[in-house]
């Protein structure tokens, strides 16, 4: 019942369309149902020697009034389809960049792009070919059943026997066809995963000469895909001759019990050629009632993986406490403080164990710790893409629960450790989330991260398109784009992962002295490998294992922590490039 219960709810909202469509669908099947009357008339002159003009005028304006509705009821169910088609997406995907970035952690791009293209494609077959002729078949049999047991119930017996017969047969395999369908989808789903995952590390691909494994793996979802896609192509094939043998079936049944009545007087031939032509449009909407039946189980598996997505919890803003409000602007609070923060990325394993510590509203914070202390959690957590298991986080002295989330992070800046960029060009990127920034401030920016002279010898400038995730520019231009550009957006405070690992000496000595700079207007919190970087800190707090263990300048840590006395001892300094 799945299927249709999420095909319920789907439609619930459209149900002015969907009866529109199933009421010329409708109109179509009634006309149809009057021309057997009429045809038994016009055979009954004609068997009589006379031909009844009207009748037959009638007959035909029935014929063209039939075809138009049904026309037009094809055309108002496949725009009905195709708008609920268009809304499930904006839906899916207004919700795929709203989910919680936890549920990123456990699923596949892939599958999900799958889910919004590929699923929506299915379901939207699933409503062309259900809803509407659907709901219009089963208007269409009872009508035409009530006009045959008027016609002649005996004969109309016979028919309902062959069937029902067919129609218990289809629902035998419907469960199957669901279950194959939704394997299906899941293959199709993994499919696109591994594309996505070969095509998105194309480089790491050729050089660990995995080409070979890589098409193995696609070979396996294709071939997964495949199988099931047959299993139930199989399965639904077996329901089409299932139809057509009962329609057969009952016209001859019905020819040859009518034939024997006609011969003794039972009934006229007029009654039989009516009967007859009555029941073609009785076998009409047994086979819509077939198709919808099958497109709705074909459907089921695309349109449950679809309910799932939309299932995934969202960033939801909560509504801002009294408490909160009252407190005012705050410029002179801590721009961040974590208070006593736990959390872990799954229950029972914490990464962060009662972190807390302040960044003040001016001066740089370096965070140091070794590899996988927690570090990248902190700014996770700090940028609100998890939420604490227990303690809080503070912006300007509130906890961030209660702030929404865009005003979060309009001042709460991140440069990760990658830069990623996104496909578009160096304008775009370096305005992404900025909101409306002159000329004048973009030539300053590039300038304080010395991107002046890449923009200048770039072919067309800042509209040089920058490739997809930025792979035309280096490494170091893309991390210094993914500075300027959150500079741009004017953050009260700026998280950076290790923002000089790409640079040579001469840029990382640069951007040290820009990153003095802007932490004179606005708070940075840098997380730092190099010692460089350290030192420029104003305080420096030593992350080990989720806690933190030391938190001071550079020269009371050399004094207080062991660890930070092994970092200093051990990284090179700026000297060292000469
Ligand atoms: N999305 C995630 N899901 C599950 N575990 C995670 C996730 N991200 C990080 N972890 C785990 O949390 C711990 C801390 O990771 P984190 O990235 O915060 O460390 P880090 O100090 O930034 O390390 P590095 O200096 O190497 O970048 C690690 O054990 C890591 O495996």
Redesign the pocket.
């Known amino acids: 019942m799945a299927g249709w219960r999420d095909l319920g709810r789907l439609a619930r909202g459209y149900r002015g369309p969907i009866a529109g469509a199933a009421a010329l669908s409708l109109l179509g099947t009634l006309l149809a149902l009057t021309q057997p009357l009429l045809a038994r008339a016009a055979v009954d002159g004609a068997a009589a020697g006379q031909l009844r003009w009207p009748v037959l005028g009638a007959l035909t304006a029935l014929f063209a009034a039939h075809a138009s509705a049904l026309a037009l009821g094809r055309y108002v169910q496949a725009h009905t389809g195709e708008t609920m088609t268009r809304d499930l997406r904006r839906t899916l995907t207004g919700h795929l960049l709203r989910v919680r970035i936890?549920a990123f952690?456990d699923r596949r791009v892939g599958d999900l792009i799958a889910r919004a293209c590929g699923d929506t494609t299915v379901v939207k077959t699933l409503i062309a070919q259900s809803l509407g002729t659907g709901l219009a078949g089963v208007a269409g049999l009872a009508a035409a059943v009530a006009l045959l047991a008027w016609l002649d119930p005996w004969l109309l017996a016979t028919v309902m026997v062959l069937f029902g017969g067919s129609f218990a047969a289809l629902l035998a395999v419907v469960r199957r066809v669901r279950i194959a369908s939704r394997t299906a989808q899941n293959a199709e789903g993994a499919l696109l995963a591994d594309l996505e995952r070969a095509l998105g590390g194309i480089r790491l691909v050729r050089a660990c000469r995995a080409e070979p494994l890589e098409a193995a793996r696609l070979d396996t979802s294709a071939g997964r895909a495949y199988l099931a896609n047959l299993r139930m192509a199989g399965m639904v094939a077996l329901s089409g001759p299932a139809n057509d043998l009962a329609v057969s079936g009952a016209f001859l049944a019905v020819l040859l019990s009518g034939a024997a009545r006609v011969s003794s007087g039972a009934m006229t031939l007029g009654d039989l050629v009516a009967f007859t032509l009555a029941m073609t449009y009785l076998a009409a909407p047994v086979y819509e009632i077939f198709q919808a039946v099958s497109a709705v189980q074909q459907g089921a598996g695309a349109l449950q993986r679809i309910t799932e997505v939309l299932a995934l919890p969202v960033e939801r803003d909560r509504p801002v406490a009294v408490a909160a409000v009252r407190s005012g602007a705050r410029p002179a609070r801590p721009v961040l403080e974590f208070r006593d923060v736990w959390f872990g990325?799954?229950p029972g394993a914490p990464?962060l164990r009662g972190v807390g510590f302040t960044v003040p509203a001016r001066g740089q914070v370096a965070l140091v710790?070794?590899?996988?202390?927690?570090?990248?959690?902190?700014?996770?957590l700090a940028e609100r893409f998890y939420e604490p298991d227990r303690g809080s986080v503070l912006l300007h002295g509130r906890d961030a629960r209660f702030t929404p989330y865009a005003r979060h992070r309009a001042a709460v800046g991140l440069v990760e450790?990658d830069s990623p960029l996104l496909a578009g060009t160096l304008r775009d990127n370096l305005l992404y989330g900025a909101g409306p920034v002159t000329d004048r401030e973009i030539h300053r920016v590039l300038a304080m991260t010395g991107l002046t002279r890449v923009a200048a010898e770039l072919p067309a400038g800042l509209d040089t398109p920058v490739g997809d995730h930025g792979r035309r520019l280096s490494g170091g231009q893309r991390q210094r784009v993914a500075i300027a550009r959150c500079l741009l957006a004017r953050p009260d405070l700026i998280l950076l992962?290790e923002p000089t690992a790409h640079l040579d000496p001469d840029s990382e000595r640069a951007l040290t002295t820009t990153l003095h700079e802007v932490a004179e207007v606005c708070a940075l919190m840098v997380?730092a490998?190099r010692f460089s970087t350290v030192r420029a800190a104003t305080s420096i707090l030593v992350?080990d294992r989720?806690a933190i263990t030391a938190t001071g300048t550079h020269s009371e840590l050399l004094l207080a922590s062991p660890y930070y006395r092994r970092l200093a001892a051990q990284t090179p300094t700026p000297q060292m490039y000469g």
Not at 369 to 380: L, N
């Open positions: 936890a952690d990325y799954r990464v710790g070794p590899s996988g202390a927690g570090k990248s959690t902190i700014f996770a450790q992962d997380i490998h992350l989720g």
